[in-house]
């Protein structure tokens, strides 16, 4: 299958500081890619949805200065965490889907987990 | 908007069991395509199964089938021949197959222990 690849895997920063995190597409162009986050024993929120070389597309309650998504070629997009606080500290996880090949497979990255002391 | 139920946070299985895991959903539409994801601790995300709103036949794929019932809206994740490497956490999602970008909507997962 396609392989979504994430970096940093773990993040620790102080508080007041921007983080950014890579997801990659390594064989497949990634015309969509999500983000998603997860606190412990939770499932996972979608934060946003970006497609290459669009605005990306907020859920509710989720404050896009806050985090400034990036897709800016077909194999990355980035999230940045802005003026991180310890209640930014979470498991970030991008999924990605090719939507040119029709079908319906989406495929995640091994998630960043971020550490805001 | 769709919505996914998993009423079941935890469930503990013998070694070489069947065991289901529940899943309902909630939508009025009527093409929309259902998952099954394994998270270990390690955290990624594991597709297993997948199961089309049109597709007449119940997927399997190896051990793990889905009990797919329409008219119940329920897709149920049965994972036969349980084995320790099975225990994990396990999320039943959705999505809309009229929605452009097809995101997903995640339940609220179970943690199947499999014990020895």
């Known amino acids: 299958g396609a392989v979504v690849s994430q970096h940093p895997s773990r993040v620790i920063c102080k508080s007041g500081t921007s983080v950014k995190i890579e997801c990659r597409s390594l064989?497949?162009?990634?015309?969509?890619m999500f983000w998603y986050r997860q606190f412990p024993k939770q499932s996972l929120m979608l934060m946003a949805t970006s497609n290459e070389g669009s605005k990306a597309t907020y859920e509710q309650g989720v404050e896009k200065d806050k985090f400034l998504i990036n897709h800016a070629s077909l194999t990355l997009s980035t999230l940045t965490v802005t003026s991180a606080h310890p209640e930014d500290s979470s498991f970030y996880i991008c999924?990605?889907?090719?939507?040119?090949?029709?079908?319906?497979?989406?495929?995640f990255g091994p998630g960043t987990r971020l550490t805001v002391t | 908007a769709q919505k996914i139920t998993q009423t079941q946070p935890g469930m503990f299985v013998q070694e070489k069991e069947a065991v289901t895991l529940d899943c309902t959903y909630d939508?009025?539409?009527?093409?929309?395509?259902l998952f099954w994801y394994k998270q270990p601790s390690s955290g990624e995300m594991i597709f297993l199964i997948y199961?089309?709103?049109?597709?007449?036949q119940n997927a399997t794929e190896g051990r793990y089938s889905l009990n797919f019932q329409k008219a119940r809206k329920s897709a149920n994740l049965v994972i036969s021949a349980s084995q320790l490497g099975d225990s994990a956490m396990y999320f039943c999602a959705t999505f809309l197959s009229s929605g452009s970008a097809r995101q997903l909507t995640f339940g609220s997962g179970t943690q199947l222990t499999v014990l020895p």
């Open positions: 199961q089309g709103s049109y597709d007449e």
């Open positions: 064989d497949f162009q990634a015309t969509t």
């Open positions: 999924s990605a889907r090719d939507l040119t090949s029709g079908g319906y497979e989406q495929y």
């Open positions: 939508t009025s539409d009527q093409s929309y395509g």
